[in-house]
């Protein structure tokens, strides 16, 4: 018979686990390695959760500096790391749940899933700090400015604990911190548009482009219009972002090319964004997913489109 001292932990950190993945894929961009850090922080959780009496706190410094330690390494494996690195896309449809594992976040709260309530998935992906766009920028900022910034500006921890996890002093966190927001502001990722414009410019580029009006193209992608794909160095992809709307124009039109007639087109929100799941014709029941795409718009014109196609970032979806 299991103590009741142990089945409370398991059950606390059960309660916990939404959250603390949450709180892991904002800091690595991987729900693969935040499952896998979170399983890590378990079997410490055991160990001390008789001595803790704050469980979400004590629970969110474990997976805090277990992903501070695996970013410092993910760092050194990204200078191999062929063409643009994407987070892994998380996706869901206006409904629930796209795939059978896409992961179980909260944005803040813990708690148990009920059939009854919300996906906490879909509730992960209406925050700002995990929109693609959001990620991609925070991967901009060094291992310990993106920590501070998302536990203290995103999860509202102290400054104190921020400076436990890291490992220096509470001033030197803020200054982190303060770092990693001048940095955001200077990169300055499009904000979340409401999703009826956004899906309509989205809607817009995929007629175009399918009836070959390169020229209502033209008008919908930015000056300056950023893509960017990631393919591994698994999957044919752009080894450098492709900048221009002449140029990104150019680019989709070529993936459209590529994919025929064998393809099928499903609408999907990545990352709570809107966006587009690729599936081409194979021997299984269910059509091969071989990309995902989301845009981030202002006004009415496409300023950056994210294109994941290496297969390890979208087995989840098979």
């Known amino acids: 018979m299991v103590p009741v001292e142990a089945q409370r932990a398991a059950e606390i950190f059960a309660d916990q686990r939404s959250y603390l993945l949450g709180v892991s894929y904002r800091l690595t961009g991987s729900w693969a390695d935040a499952e896998d850090l979170v399983a890590e922080a378990w079997p410490r959780w055991a160990e001390h959760a008789d001595e803790v009496l704050d469980p979400r706190a004590w629970l969110t410094r474990v997976v805090g500096r277990l992903s501070l330690d695996h970013l410092r390494s993910a760092r050194v494996r990204r200078e191999t790391y062929v063409g643009p690195w994407l987070p892994e896309p998380l996706i869901t449809s206006a409904g629930g749940t796209v795939g059978s594992g896409a992961g179980r976040a909260d944005s803040r709260g813990g708690g148990g899933n009920p059939s009854h309530e919300r996906d906490p998935l879909d509730i992960l992906v209406t925050d700002e700090s995990v929109r693609m766009a959001f990620l991609v920028v925070l991967d901009e900022l060094s291992p310990e400015q993106r920590l501070a ?102 680019f989709l039109a070529g993936l459209v090319s590529r994919y025929g007639s064998g393809a099928s087109v499903e609408p999907v929100l990545v990352n709570g964004d809107p966006g587009f799941l690729v599936r081409v014709k194979g ?32 087995t989840r979806l098979n």
Request: proline share 7%; with cysteine; hydrophobic share 45%.
């Open 149 to 250: 910034v998302v536990l203290h500006d995103v999860l509202g921890l102290d400054f104190a604990d921020i400076s436990e996890v890291i490992g220096c002093s509470v001033p030197m966190a803020r200054q982190h911190a303060a770092r990693g927001r001048r940095r955001l502001s200077d990169l300055d990722p499009a904000p979340r548009q409401p999703a009826d414009l956004a899906w309509a410019v989205l809607g817009e580029m995929s007629t175009a482009l399918f009836a070959g009006d390169i020229h209502r193209l033209s008008e919908l992608l930015a000056p300056d219009v950023v893509l960017t794909s990631d393919g591994a160095g698994k999957v044919s992809a752009a080894r450098r972002p492709v900048v221009g709307a002449a140029k990104v124009g150019g």
């Open 283 to 314: 021997p299984r029941p269910q059509d091969a997913p071989v990309s995902v795409y989301t845009v981030a718009v202002r006004g009415r014109q496409i300023v950056a489109l994210y294109a994941v196609l290496a297969p390890d970032k979208l």
